[in-house]
């Protein structure tokens, strides 16, 4: 299992540089001391089974089906945006062990994702200089039931290899509240089969173009 976890990490590093760079796949990874690496913007910390990378606030009100999503993904109906390569993210997360999860087919709907369990954050600084940390469910808004987002745990599903393309980075879709069987991070809980359950949280998200860092963290 070890042997293949590696190898799928060497087969992504392959594929998705030669995407965007013209340079050798093992030039991609950094490594900073015994503990962390770097791939483009993104940290990778081993020993606190973390990563964190820049992103930035998109919208603050409306109805949204996604939190985090690529520059040219739908940017109508996300809380943020990242320039950080969705093939890196998935990279980044099967580095710190992780494995990508299952139960989630194009068409059916009834199903819930299952997988290894995330925490994610979201962190940024106010006009008024005061640095924020909240978990991302704090962002979004349960709109029939008029309360914030329940906590809940996220799931990495990993996104797939079609036809010789990898499904996030064309559609740019990295956490997702809304049935998507691509998405690299995904809502474990009923409300995904409802487009129109969530909007962004304007009580706490704040204007458009605020800087962010999001941290996605491996649950032991």
Known sequence: MKFLKIFVVGL??????????????????????????????????IANKEITFPAEFNMNRGVIETILVGPQGRLHETILKTDALPS???????????????????????????????????????????????????????VPENHEMVKTYW????????????????????????????????????????DTFYEANKNIVPEKGTKATIKIKAVN
């Open 12 to 45: 992504l590093l392959t594929t998705f540089s030669s995407l965007m760079f013209a340079q050798a796949p093992d030039s991609l990874l950094m490594k900073l001391d015994e503990n962390t690496y770097k791939i483009d913007e993104i940290k990778i910390d």
């Open 88 to 142: 890196y993210i998935q990279t980044s997360l099967l580095l710190l062990g992780l494995e990508c999860g299952q139960n989630m087919e194009p068409g059916n709907y009834e199903t819930i994702p299952e997988g290894d369990s995330l925490l994610v954050f979201a962190m940024w600084t106010d006009t008024s200089g005061v640095t924020h940390e909240e978990r991302i469910e704090r962002l979004v808004w349960n």
């Open 155 to 194: 799931i990495f599903l990993g996104s797939k290899i079609v036809n010789g393309q990898f499904i996030a980075e064309s559609d740019q879709n990295i956490i997702r509240t809304y049935h998507d069987p691509f998405a690299i991070i995904h809502s474990s809980l009923p409300t995904i089969t409802d």
